[in-house]
Every structure is written in C-alpha cells, then in structure tokens.
C-alpha cells in the first residue's frame, strides 16, 4: 500500500515484535550512498550526442528521470505533487496520440472499466495453461476459455490442440517455428520477403537455413519462386512461415496453393506449415471469400495478435498448435522439472481476462460485424484517395489501405502512419470511423496541395510497389 | 466503447455516409454461421479425461468458456450479469490467493491507483527503446528513465549501455544469452545444474553447446567443477550464466571467483558473463558484504524481474547490457528495416509506467529499507522454524527460507509453496509480515504435528539438499 513502506503503524509494530536483526544485517552494514550521480563534461555531451546517428533519436534527452526522494518527501508532498503533473500530461498526450492514429493495426476503441478492480493484483500464468501451478494468483480458467473459442474458430478438437495466450505477435511466431524446427530439425525454413521481421529473427535465432521467397505487386508470395526454391532444397524437410496478412500490404498469402506447391514437388509430409495471422487471422474466417485457414488442411499452428483486432491495453497473442507437437517437443525436455512448452516463464494473468471479456461481448457475431465495417470504411478510403488523383492499393479483403507516402515527415508522424520506401499505409480497424477518414483526408489534400503546388515536384512514383494499375504519378496516369 | 459497437447512432451515422459496400463484401458473402459446438462421446470424454495424465490436471475442465451472445443478450443485460458475477468470484479469490501466498518471490505490496486513469490506453512500446517509432501511444520517455536508473544501480554510463523492459525474467535470461552467443558464436554456454531452466531451453533454442556445473549445497556454482569443465573445452570461449539468486534456494554465486576461475585458465578475454539477477538483482546492490554486481567487472549484461522485489501486477524485467555489444549484434541484422535488438516486437507499455512510478516514490533509500526488512523477517522464519525441530537452511544474504516440504499438498496449495523433491521454500518479499509469518508457523505447526503424530512416519531427511548441519531429521538431529 502506498505509504506502508515508509515508518507506518505496521511497521513498528513488526519491529517491536522481531527479533534484533543479526549483526551482518545491521543497517550499518548496508550500503548506505546512493549511486553517484554523473554530469557529462562538454566532450562527453558531444560523445552522448553522436550516438543520436547510431540509434536514431536520442530518448534520453526526453526521458522522465526517476530522482531520488528527499528525506522530507513524504511531509511536503511534493513528490506526489510532481508524479501527478507528469502523469496528468502524460496522460493528455495519449489522448491525443490515441485519436490520430492510422497507421498501426491496433483496435484501440475498448473499455475494460467492468474490469478495472482486478488491475492491482499481481496475476501471473506461470509456463504451460493447462498444467497447473501452485502460484495461486493466475487467470488459467480464463486462458483456456479464450484458447477454447480459438481452436473452435480454427476447427481443432479440444483433445487436439495445445496453445497460449502470448505477449505478442513474435512470440507467436518464434513458437510457431521452433515447434517446426524440433519437428524437422533439419528443416529449412521459406518466407516470402514480406513476412514480419521475427520471421528472420527466429531463422537466426535458431539456427536455421532460412530462404526467402519473391512476392507479388499484391504481397503475396509468390509460389513459382518458391517451387524453383523448394526444388534447390529437396533433400531436406521444408518449414514455411505462411502470412494471413502481411505488415505493410495485408496480403494474404494463397496457403492452398502453398500446401498444392509443397504436395506436388515431393515434399508430401515432409513439411510443417506455420501461419502467422497477427492482424487477419480473426477477420479472414469471417469472410468467404478468403483462404480458409483450418487445421483440417495440414496445417501445424497458427498465431494472432490479441491487441490488433480484437483490442486490448497491452500487447498480447494467441498461439494454438497440434497437441502431438508440443508432446514430441516436451518429450525432449526431460531435464526440466516441469514441462516448458511456452516461450516466456512467467505470463501476463491480465490479458486473457481482457480477452474473455471481449470474446464474451462480441461473440463471433459480433466479430463479424466489425470485420464487415473495417472491410467497408477500407473501401471508402481508397475510393476517396483514387478520387483525389492519389495512387492507392487495397488487397481484396484486406483492410490495410497502401498510397502514396506523405512527403512531410510531420504529417506521418501527426497520423502515426508506417511508412516504407515511398509508401505509407493506414490499417482501418474497428475504432476508425468514416469521421475520422474524413478528417484525415481533408488534411492530407490540403498539404499535399502545397507540397506538390506549382509543378516544382511530384508525387513518387509508386508502380514498383502497388502495380502500374494503381500507380496514379505523371507517368502512369491514364 | 462499451455499447459502441452494437447498431448504435454512431453506426447508423457511418452507414448513411457510407458508400454501399462492393459486391464481394455485401453481408450475404460474410460466413454466417457460428463454428460447430462439439460435445464429447463418451469413449471422447475418456479419451479427454485420458489427457490429464499428458498435462496435469486439465484445465478444460475448470475453465470458464466464452458463450456466443443471444441476439437478445443487449436487451435482457443476461450476458452482462453474468459476466460481472464471474469476475466479482474471480475477485474474491484472489483476494484470498494474494493472502495465502509465499513461495513465489513477488511482492504483491503495491497501490497503483494513482495510475488507473492509464489503464484504458493501448500502449506499446514497439522495439528499441531508443529509436522514436512512429506509433505514438508509447511510454518510452518512461521507460529510459526506469533503464538510467538501473544502468546506475549497476554503474554503467548512460552513453555506454543498452537496455530495454522485458516480458519477464525469461527475456532477460534469453536475452543476455543471445547478446553472448552473438559476441562469441562458438562459445560453449556454461550454467549451474541449480540455474533457472529458461538458460537451458535458451541453450537448446539457440543450439548452443550446453555444460551443466555442479553445486555447492548451497546452492552457489562450484567453482573446482567449473575449472573442470573449462579445462575440458579450452579451445572455445566460454558464455556463462551467473544467477543472483537462484530459483530454489536463492544462492548467490561467487561472480568474482567466476572471474577469477575464467581468468586463470586461459579465458582472459574470451568469456561473456550474463547475471540472472532476477530477484537479488535489486537487492544485493544494497547489501555491503554482498559480492558487487557492476559494470565495472567484466560482466556482459544483468537482467532482473520487475515484478519481484519492486512489483507489478504484471510480469516483467529490465535488461541491461554494454552498447558495444548491442551495435555488434544489430550490424549483423542488416536485412532488418530497422534495428531489431530486442527479442519481442510489441512491448507492454504499462509496465515501465508501473515501474518508474514506484522507483520515484521509493528510491535507493526506499528499496534499502525495504531489504533490510525482508533480510530481518526471513531470519525470524529461520529461526521460529528451527526452535520448531523442522529443517530449514537460509543462505547468507538471501530472503528464501529453505525448509522440509509439507506433507500435506493442500497445506502446500494453500500457502503456493514452490517444492522441489523434500524441499520446499518461502520468498520473504516487503509485503510477508511478520504476521503473515506467525499466521503461516502457527497452521505450520499445528498440521506437522498430526501429519508426524504416533511414530508412524517422521520427517524426511533433508541433508543431501541443505547440508547435515541444517537437518532436523532423527538421523541428524543433536
């Protein structure tokens, strides 16, 4: 309890009670100096400055240092005083950061108030969900309840499935691809080139021989290289991160004509199949249309983002693979004490409540809806973008919006979009409205009309990497 | 918004402005029914129930499943009721779980209600904490200033550190292993048999040459062995993971012996040295006799809980290691947009808000004060439990009461002891009074004495794990 640190009632009382502290104990014999402090001399200054160039802005120039409490803290107040303010405008700037925002796929129109009494407890879902552990103070029933409606979403059997709930989307996908490497150790692991960065990271990470695929203007990976690639490596088991909706486009890999590649070129049972559907994998089995992506086809696991589209404070994911997997995998762990099937040991308690709670709400009809509204504004959008003479990209069923990237840094930075190369994308998601499109669009043709006013420069142009069909620059404009 | 995403005003606003949506996403092509319920057989409810044996104790058959809404549910308010009268159940237990709590090293004495308003915002703190992203609802100002203070703590200058607030100890240890196997790619990882099991399965992820050392009863490395060892792979670099505390018995290795042992067999130079600091981490540095985790010896990172002796309602950890390792690492990863020197993406953003909060309100001062309390009160236990004829070993400088495990595994459940073989222990964090000792001894003795009572069993012995000198058992007892 705050307060109860310093020399409360609770306190002495103890003290009065306990025995005297063994003499190695005694606060003599504790270190008593709090660390020296250090100003930098101006060459020092000029030392920490240049590190600006190696690691980008420098955040210690901004940072909220923690200092050290005065003794007489706790009479004056002004501690509290000073944490407050911070706080206060801390908490401003989220306000307004929250209300442009474009650019990343996070729901961000929740609220969990039903479950702001359970925010103080310290609840933590040590290793396996389904193995219990005597800390007392986790949330496994509410885990499973959430890892239940996935794999039913996903159509695996309760008996057939293992998962966990993830502090996010490369958790999901480190575990995806070690459950593949230690099913094929001497796998190769193929990714199209715009898979997530944690796809590389795993290969190296692990070791692994990793093969990067071409895609298509759309995104997709492109399955006549991966076949020439495929056939480079014959002799060893093939392991593929498979995307259901890449970053920067939201392209959704075609996992059938994936699968069809694999089957047709010997690599029958010889290949796991990992898909990583961080932002779609919830919206794609809403829409007919899209790949179905079911473990009835051979699929070995697949991971989503819990505060992408359904929305959550914190980062979390869902992980759900084949049970026989993870036996072969803890099968080979035996100096463990316990089973350790999971990437991380200890485990955010609060996310799968706040994952209950929304599943629990929305239901997969509710789901549905959103999905259909994301589909519909993403429409809306290009439409508008294309209107206004900007080249603009949208992936059938894809909510992520890809155009022209802004060309001040201001203005991207303003909305939050992430930007690569020449294009920027905004990933239309639950809480962005056709209001908020609209206010964003009547920003962005206001200074895009100053940028480009007068003919001194043009808009880039962007066929490389939406097709010369979308490409609406001086050149490739009809 | 709760309510907001039914057919309320919002919604019906949006649909009147919006376009009428494209074929392929009118609701007709939308799946509309809901996955399949299944419902065990019998010979499946078996085979389910067979499981059990696989995993532990199944928690399918305790959790609390996600029920699809009725159509009506917004109107009766059913779906709400019942959701609130799980959580305020939730609630109450862990009410009563936080009370009976002892074996696991997490203070669970905090008030973060001055930071409730932060709750509802989706913050996350993509990647490096040093490179500005262009996602805005962050905390890294936050977060650096938490990372200086460590980097203080355990002398390293701001300009010569990296660092970053993990997911929990885990990270940290994968982390600190990861940064050594990049700086020596041929090194051969040496661990303690007592060291946490995340530096084994970081081993086996990163297919590193592993070596397991023996230990002293204690708990502590042992150093002859690990010449040994050494001398046995003279020709590779050695990694080693140094634990400031380990899991069971909270020892203390002997990191200046490690150093010294490293040094005059012919590793000068050629060792990268990770402390898992996880919970002493905090505490050792304010302690004098206690061997001095710094930066100043060759050591490579630190890693420690955030969730432990500082607490948090969720897991998490700081780690901190030399730039010049971390720019080494990120020159490797040139296929990465950006640097990518963390080992997840997304990351809690609540957490260093968490964390600077109580590091301001207590300071050095504030965490000295409160280990000197621990120190006292796992002393008293010590003690009450030896003048009770129960084994019981408290290492030098450590909170962790070793003790003969509870026959009786509700006793064990109840009090969350964590167990290993005979031994089990209690973590004697700022929020274990001596009160909640006294409670904790007084049902103690009560219960041994049934459990022992008449002869017909007696204690186990206990001195293969904490040494003869610490063993009551009638063998041992003087």
Chains 1, 2 share one sequence.
Not at 21 to 43: G, I
Not at 117 to 124: A, G, K, R, T, V
């Amino acid at each position: 309890m705050v307060g109860s640190m310093g020399n409360g009632s609770m306190d002495l009382r103890e003290r009065e009670k306990a025995e005297p502290l063994p003499k190695e104990f005694e606060p003599k014999e504790m270190v008593d100096a709090v660390p020296p402090l250090r100003t930098d001399t101006v060459e020092e200054e000029e030392k920490r400055t240049s590190r600006e160039i190696v690691l980008g802005r420098n955040v210690h120039t901004m940072c909220l240092e923690v200092k050290e409490p005065e003794d007489d803290d706790e009479v004056t107040g002004d501690r509290e005083a000073y944490m407050a303010s911070v706080l206060a405008r801390y908490r401003r700037s989220l306000i307004d950061r929250t209300k442009h925002h474009l650019g990343y796929p996070y729901n961000l129109d929740f609220d969990y108030g039903a479950l702001s009494h359970l925010q103080h407890f310290s609840i933590n879902n040590l290793g396996d969900p389904f193995i219990e552990s005597n800390y007392g103070v986790h949330s496994r029933q509410f885990e499973v309840g959430v890892l239940d409606w996935f794999a039913r979403l996903w159509e695996l059997e309760k008996n057939e499935y293992w998962g966990y709930i993830t502090n996010c989307g490369t958790e999901g996908n480190l575990h995806g691809i070690l459950v593949g490497r230690e099913v094929f150790p001497n796998g190769v692991l193929y990714a199209s080139k715009e898979s997530h960065y944690s796809v590389f990271k795993a290969a190296r990470m692990y070791r692994m021989e990793c093969v990067k695929v071409a895609t298509l203007v759309s995104g997709e990976i492109n399955c006549a290289d991966f076949k020439a690639k495929l056939l480079q490596n014959k002799e060893k088991p093939a392991i593929i991160n498979v995307n259901i909706g890449t970053t920067v486009k939201g392209a959704v890999d075609d996992l059938d004509l994936v699968i069809q590649t694999l089957e047709e070129n010997g690599f029958k049972d010889r290949f796991y199949i990992h898909c990583d559907g961080a932002l779609f994998g919830l919206m794609m089995p809403f829409v007919k249309r899209a790949p179905k992506v079911t473990f009835k086809k051979p699929i070995g696991s697949v991971s989503v983002s819990g505060h992408k589209f359904v929305g959550c404070p914190m980062p979390c994911g869902v992980q759900i693979t084949r049970l026989e997997h993870i036996n072969a995998l803890s099968s080979n762990v035996e100096y463990l004490a316990s089973r350790d099937a999971t990437i991380m040991g200890s485990r955010n308690g609060h996310a799968p409540i706040f994952l209950w709670y929304t599943l629990n709400r929305k239901g997969y009809r509710g789901f549905r809806k959103e999905v259909q509204k994301c589909l519909r504004n993403a429409h809306y959008l290009k439409d508008r973008l294309k209107e206004a003479g900007i080249s603009v990209m949208l992936n059938e069923l894809s909510s992520t919006v890809v155009f022209e990237r802004p060309k001040d840094e201001d203005f991207v930075r303003q909305w939050q979009l992430a930007c690569e190369g020449n294009i920027a994308h905004a990933v239309v998601m639950p809480n962005v409205t056709i209001e908020k499109l609209d206010h964003f669009l009547g920003e962005l043709l206001e200074k895009r009309s100053l940028w480009y006013q007068e003919g001194k420069s043009s808009p880039p142009c962007i066929a490389a990497e939406v097709g010369e069909i979308n490409c609406l620059c001086s050149m490739h404009k009809k």
